[in-house]
């Protein structure tokens, strides 16, 4: 099987990233992001999506955590439509619910070609340590618009807004895992019209 990687790397006046995807990996992360609480969950999403992930990230944290935050998820966007290619004979759709002690998130994806993100639920807190929560669906919605899926995620329940989050990446991780698994009953890609998008 031809390896599935990419590399992206996205240089701007706001940012600086380096990032290295292996969709058929074994779960190992080399992550630096300048955001703790992102290192973390980007380090969760690669161990529970069984991705290989490198990632090295600078920008203007002075300011706050927007910039960079947006800016890995687009280059992580980008190095998930690079590395799956044509997406033949993938499974396309994926799906996971994770809970995380009182907490349980839904993720269901699409490979469609045809990007779309929707969030239903509540966080809590405005802020886990320093990172701004309301970045959570900036972080989403720029993942699904440049990976080009199809993107759907619910908190069915929780209090404790770090455990949101983290349930929501490790749902993320397992429900791509599954979309991008190769199928060999899948002959082309998993569409009536014979093409997505």
Do not use: W
């Not at 600086?16 to 995807?21: C, E, P």
């Not at 992550?31 to 380090?43: D, R």
């Not at 791509?176 to 009536?192: C, M, Q």
């Amino acid at each position: 099987m031809t390896e599935r990687t990419a590399q992206i790397v996205r240089d701007t006046f706001e940012t600086q990233i380096k990032l290295t995807l292996s969709i058929d990996g074994t779960g190992h992360s080399k992550i630096e992001t300048g955001v703790p609480f992102l290192t973390h969950m980007l380090t969760l999403f690669t161990k529970h999506g069984f991705f290989n992930l490198e990632v090295s990230a600078s920008g203007d944290t002075d300011v706050d955590d927007h910039h960079t935050t947006e800016d890995i998820a687009i280059c992580l966007g980008r190095a998930i439509r690079q590395a799956i290619g044509d997406k033949a004979g993938i499974n396309r759709y994926g799906y996971a619910l994770v809970p995380m002690d009182e907490t349980l998130s839904e993720v269901v994806i699409d490979l469609s070609d045809r990007p779309y993100f929707v969030f239903h639920g509540q966080l809590p807190a405005q802020k886990v340590g320093t990172f701004d929560t309301e970045l959570l669906k900036e972080f989403l919605d720029k993942l699904a618009v440049e990976a080009r899926m199809n993107l759907h995620v619910t908190i069915r329940y929780g209090e404790n807004t770090h455990h949101i989050i983290e349930s929501v990446f490790k749902a993320l991780g397992r429900a791509l895992d599954t979309a991008t698994l190769k199928n060999p009953r899948i002959e082309g890609v998993l569409s009536t019209k014979g093409t997505l998008g």
